[in-house]
């Protein structure tokens, strides 16, 4: 093989309107940060004390509001001033609570010798009635975790809610914290790419990673041109950066009731899956997919093994990744793979 035949397959060239309007941003400050310092095994037990009708209420506007975190450690309870606000887009018109976004004060987390930005996304439950579309989504941050190393880390929660005015009830559900883009940025020893100037490329392999992965959970609501829930990350002194998704709550794996794709796409239903593929070529796609048959019996564990969730939920979510499977386990060239995955089920 050429030497240019082997540079061609470690970059993905993209249309130039496909990704106009990116540069570069610092990954942050070194050292431990927030998120990290609350990561553990197993679930983190907060409780968040606020004024509830005011994210409730007021889940439209922007303004934080003041709060007292309690965060239960192996030595005890620790106690945080912050301030929190309603954030999100979809959620916020669906769900009778919104997804949060934390701040804590960053002096306070110096003297504890944390480094970064002190805001964390707190992804919550959608409606009282239960937590299982939370859940789902959670896991499927944790089964690209197992794809791409390149990829956000997430915290499982267990979160109690307490109004200070007395107003609302309370409650304690399932929700999880997302790594922020500049830690992720850092860990991964790179810089977050944003809007600014021309790009023509992504990282191939990562890329197809990417791709096959939105394939495999059935989500569709993203997009280079805006870069609509990706972030791209130039790692060390790789030519291209990576795409690494979020915001998973619209994919078939979740099926979350309010979930619908978009009328510009050929589906009726998130559940239906879209090749969304944005590449010139797909020279080198069978090895993607070999990479995910190899990661087929711990991508089936981390649903199989996640207790918090409903057995029944997980039956369906492993349905789900089976009918992936039975899609892929075939003997394909690689230019055939776009045609094969978007018939439908993937069969002819």
């Known amino acids: 093989m050429s030497a240019l035949k082997n540079f061609s397959r470690s970059l993905i060239i993209l249309s130039m309107a496909a990704l106009a309007g990116f540069g570069c941003s610092s990954g942050g400050d070194e050292g431990p940060g927030l998120f990290s310092g609350l990561q553990e095994e197993g679930v983190l037990e907060m409780t968040l004390e606020t004024g509830l009708s005011g994210l409730v209420d007021g889940k439209e506007g922007k303004e934080r509001q003041p709060a007292r975190l309690l965060i239960e450690r192996d030595g005890g309870p620790v106690a945080y001033d912050i301030e929190v606000r309603a954030r999100g887009n979809m959620r916020r018109n669906f769900c009778s609570f919104p997804p949060l976004k934390l ?6 987390l110096r003297s504890e010798g944390l480094s970064g930005s002190g805001e964390l996304k707190l992804v919550t439950h959608c409606q009282d009635e239960g937590d299982p579309w939370v859940l789902k989504e959670y896991l499927a ?9 390149r990829s956000f880390q997430v915290q499982l929660v267990h979160i109690r809610y307490k109004d200070s005015d007395g107003s609302l009830p309370g409650g304690r559900h399932y929700a999880f914290l997302i790594e922020p883009k500049q830690a992720l940025a850092a860990r991964l020893g790179g810089s977050i790419v944003e809007p600014a100037e021309a790009l023509e490329a992504l990282q191939a392999e990562e890329y197809r990673r990417f ?29 291209f950066p990576t795409p690494v998704p979020y915001d998973f709550d619209n994919a078939g794996l979740v099926d979350a009731d309010y979930a619908l794709p978009h009328p510009s796409l050929p589906i009726d239903d998130v559940s239906d899956r879209l090749f969304q593929w944005r590449g010139k070529s797909l020279e080198g796609f069978g090895e993607t997919v070999a990479h995910f048959l190899s990661k087929k019996s711990r991508l089936r564990a981390v649903v199989e093994t996640f207790e918090w969730l409903d057995a029944s939920e997980r039956d369906k979510m492993l349905r789900y990744l089976d009918e992936f499977f039975q899609i892929i386990e075939r003997d394909i060239q690689d230019n055939d793979w ?11």
């Open 211 to 239: 791709v096959l992965f939105q394939y495999m959970i059935g989500n569709t609501d993203w997009g280079l041109e805006q870069g609509h829930n990706i972030e791209l990350v130039q790692v060390g002194s790789e030519s």
């Open 103 to 108: 701040y804590f004060d960053e002096e306070a």
């Open 338 to 348: 776009a045609g094969i995955l978007n018939q439908p089920n993937g069969w002819s």
């Open 141 to 149: 941050y944790r089964l690209f975790n197992e794809i791409s190393n």
